[in-house]
């Protein structure tokens, strides 16, 4: 690695995550130019110093902004590879409610538990099923039953098949404390799912505020109660919702749409080379 990073200088360095941008600064700042991508608002001092911070939200560029006054940032949203839209199959029985990540409590799982059994208590009926793993799992899985919810949560730990988990689902529900960007809301409104979400930094911008899928305050089990009790008591509004969330979503944050915006944001830092 030493031997390889010792030789010519690329046209330019794209490091993501702490290790990688502190050996790229290490080895080519003032060789090239050097671009870190920030996912998150954990603390950034690597950063400093670099030629160029990609940011996948507006909401991390105003933190690194305000961290760094004279680093330049750019926004390159978040991208993923899409599937292809699929046909919503119906079913019988209660709705199906999904929710997908990583089980850490800044992810909210609990309070959408809380939400889920207040929700039963006004007469919902309706099938959770809660896709992931982490360290909250047994803490959640424990609330569930102190809340009675064992007939109607399912934990099915991480899944490979999460594309068609989305596209089953008659509601996805992302009920994060701090979500940044949230790559998971992104798939399921590809999936064709109406969504619900907190009203914080990554879902407030992926849904425009509100038009493409409901938005409710974070940590607040009633009011995410009382919005996904208004999704499933409206399926077809609800579905027409989708549906325009999908083709935006499509458009927007594809492959190539995304490898378009990084393209255009690091096309100024490439220099061109000597003839």
């Known amino acids: 690695?030493?031997?390889?990073?010792?030789?010519?200088?690329?046209?330019?360095?794209?490091?993501?995550?702490v290790r990688a941008v502190k050996l790229a600064k290490a080895a080519f700042l003032g060789r090239a130019p050097v671009v870190g991508v920030a996912h998150n608002f954990r603390g950034r001092t690597e950063l400093e110093g670099l030629d160029l911070a990609i940011c996948v939200s507006a909401a991390i560029a105003r933190d690194v902004k305000a961290r760094y006054p004279g680093l330049q940032t750019r926004v390159v949203e978040n991208f993923a590879d899409l599937p292809a839209p699929t046909p919503h199959p119906?079913?019988?029985g209660p709705p199906r409610i999904v929710a997908l990540g990583r089980l850490h409590r800044n992810k909210g799982f609990g309070v959408?538990?809380?939400?889920?059994?207040?929700?039963?208590?006004?007469?919902?009926?309706?099938e959770l099923t809660i896709a992931?793993?982490?360290p909250e799992r047994t803490a959640l899985v424990i609330e569930a039953e102190v809340l009675r919810l064992n007939d109607r949560v399912r934990f099915t730990g991480w899944v490979e098949d999460a594309a068609g988990l989305l596209a089953r689902a008659d509601l996805f529900v992302l009920p994060s404390i701090v979500e940044p960007f949230g790559l998971v809301l992104i798939e399921a409104m590809a999936a064709g799912a109406p969504v619900v979400a907190s009203e914080i930094d990554g879902p407030r911008d992926i849904l425009d505020g509100g038009r493409l899928g409901a938005l409710v305050p974070p940590d607040d089990p009633e009011a995410l109660a009382e919005a996904?009790?208004?999704?499933?008591?409206?399926?077809?509004g609800a579905a027409a919702v989708a549906r325009l969330a999908q083709a935006e979503v499509l458009a927007r944050y594809s492959l190539a749409a995304g490898g378009?915006?990084?393209?255009?944001?690091?096309?100024?830092?490439?220099?061109p080379r000597s003839q």
């Open 90 to 92: 119906p079913h019988e």
């Open 132 to 134: 992931g793993d982490g």
């Open 260 to 271: 378009a915006r990084l393209t255009a944001a690091l096309a100024p830092l490439i220099r």
């Open 1 to 17: 690695m030493r031997r390889r990073l010792g030789g010519p200088a690329p046209d330019l360095v794209l490091a993501h995550g």
């Open 112 to 126: 959408l538990l809380a939400a889920a059994a207040l929700a039963r208590d006004r007469g919902l009926e309706f």
């Open 228 to 236: 996904i009790i208004a999704a499933l008591a409206d399926p077809e």
